[in-house]
């Protein structure tokens, strides 16, 4: 049986998706927080939810890079003149 390689590049890219992801997650908290008014505590106490709304938005990414992998991969392989 083969096994599964995956290349640091796309390690170092998927993690910088992911911290992308998180990143995002976490500004959308400081935006409730400001919004409604509550203790800055829960910068710390929603944590898991951050964690959880930070892979929701990273598989929405991945969905989107499925999407247009093919018009990709027929770009580079299609027909040649």
Same mark, same amino acid.
């Given at each position: 049986?083969?096994?599964?390689? !995956?290349s #640091?590049?796309?390690?170092?890219s998927?993690?910088?998706?992911? +911290?992308f &992801? %998180?990143?995002?997650? %976490?500004l959308?908290? !400081? *935006?409730?927080i400001?919004? *409604?008014n509550?203790?800055? $505590?829960?910068? $710390? +106490? #929603?944590?898991?939810?951050? $964690? !959880?709304l930070?892979?929701?938005? *990273?598989f929405? %990414?991945?969905l989107?890079?499925? $999407? ?5 991969f ?6 040649k &003149?």
């Amino acid at each position: 049986m083969k096994d599964l390689v !995956i290349s #640091q590049k796309r390690l170092k890219s998927e993690l910088f998706i992911w +911290t992308f &992801s %998180f990143a995002i997650a %976490f500004l959308l908290n !400081i *935006y409730a927080i400001l919004k *409604y008014n509550n203790s800055w $505590l829960e910068l $710390l +106490t #929603q944590l898991h939810i951050v $964690l !959880i709304l930070s892979l929701v938005i *990273y598989f929405i %990414f991945v969905l989107i890079r499925l $999407l247009f992998w093919p018009t990709k991969f027929l770009k580079n392989n299609g027909p040649k &003149s």
